[in-house]
Structures are given as C-alpha cells and as structure tokens.
C-alpha cells in the first residue's frame, strides 16, 4: 500500500501553486506563501520537514538562477555564450537540492523493494539513445532541415546541458522525495505538473503549459517504467532537438 501523508499532499500542492505564481510573474502571494513554506518547518515531523527544506532549497536555487541571468545581461558575452551560461545556471537548485539531502544524510534515491527510482537500467538507456539518433538523423538528411555543422554541434550541446539539468533536478532529486513522502501516485501527478509549470517560466502561455505538463508525465512515466532516470533525459533530449530544429524556439547560431 502506498504511503499517504496527507500533510505532504498538502506542501506538494502549495508547492505547485507557488511555481505557477512564480511563472506567471505574481511575485506578491508568491513571497507570502514562501515565508509560509518556511514557518511551518517548525511544526512538521521529521521527514515532512526534511521534504520542506527540500522544496525551499529548489525555490532558492531558482530564484538565484534568475537574478544570475539578469547578472549577466551586464555582460558583453556573445548570444550564444549567454544561452550556455544560462543553461549552466540550472545547476544552482540542483546542487542547493543535494546539499540538503546530504545535511540530512537523506539518499539521493528512492528504494521501495523492488520499485527503485533513478538509478541506470541500460537496455532502456540504449534503446532511447538509439531512438534519438534515429529521429536527429532522420531530420537532417531530410530536405526540410538545411542547417549547418556547427549549429547542429550548438543545438545538440544546448538541448543535452538542458535535458541533463532538469532530468537530474527533477526525476533525479525530486520525484524520489516526492514518492518517499506522498507515494508513487501522488507524486508522478504532482511532480509533473510542477514540472509543466516550471518549464513556462519566460513568458510562454497557459495553454502550452499543458503541453509541458504532458511532457513532464510521459517523462516520470519514463523512469518509474524503466527504473532509470537517463531514459527520461535520451527523451527530453531528442524533443528539444526536435523543437529547436523545426525553428519553434530561436536560439542565436
């Protein structure tokens, strides 16, 4: 039977809401529900409040992130370097998640018997990184991808730091915790929701978010299948290939 922890259903959909008052730019009940967030620390059990640290450390990490692009507007470097750097910024919340985890001497995955979330299985590993140099080649020797080398090196390099960040960040760090807390349901629901949140943090509609959150469900669907987190990232690689080759998203080549 599956753990339900209905005080951690509740941080998990408080943390949700935060993440969609954070991407639609709603700064005012936002800071208010993060105050909140960290006052109820001190009337929570052990591993709820270790979950709330955890979820704080990822809304610091983030906003970080955020004043750290803006940091580097002040800068000269060239377009592409700010899309790298920017990307590379991700890791703040990833490694603000870890230290946490390792304060609390907390494992970095989930172990529920059999059910082991995060850790490699390499035949789904191999099967999707076949799958998505299949799909790349298949776009460029096609006539309707007319790109050079050097931007197809760009768009591969920016779409696996891209993938690789928000794998380990959230199916890596997250969904673990989110499984330990509110069990396996739960968590695969809320996790991609936030996810799908998230992922619509520049100004992308509300529409597309749902878009976002689908994607976020096959990709958690992904690793508690195939006990693996890097066959969710082989995915999210290969559809941000997909998406920045078609010219969905600009990037500066």
Known sequence: MENRNNIGVL?????????????????????????????T?????EHNRIFTWILLAFFVGHLTTAY????????HFSPASNVI???????IPVVLVIYILAQFKQKLW????????ALLNLKGFLFFTGLLLFVILGLL?????NISFRAVSFILLVSIIHALVDEVLWRGLLLPQFIKTIGKSWAM????????LSSTMFGISVQISFIFIGLGLLLTFLTVKTNSVLSAFVVHTLITVIILLSGMVFLPI
């Open 11 to 39: 941080i998990s959909i408080q943390f949700t809401i935060m993440i969609f008052l954070l991407s639609r730019g709603i700064y005012t009940p936002f800071f208010a529900l993060l105050v909140c967030l960290f006052l």
């Open 41 to 45: 620390i001190l009337f929570l059990k």
């Open 68 to 75: 750290g692009d803006q940091f580097l507007e002040s800068y």
């Open 85 to 91: 750097i920017s990307q590379l910024l991700g890791l």
């Open 110 to 117: 989930y172990d529920g018997g059999k059910q082991r979330v």
């Open 141 to 145: 020797f096609s006539q309707k991808v």
């Open 189 to 196: 629901i809320i996790s991609s929701i936030a996810f799908g």
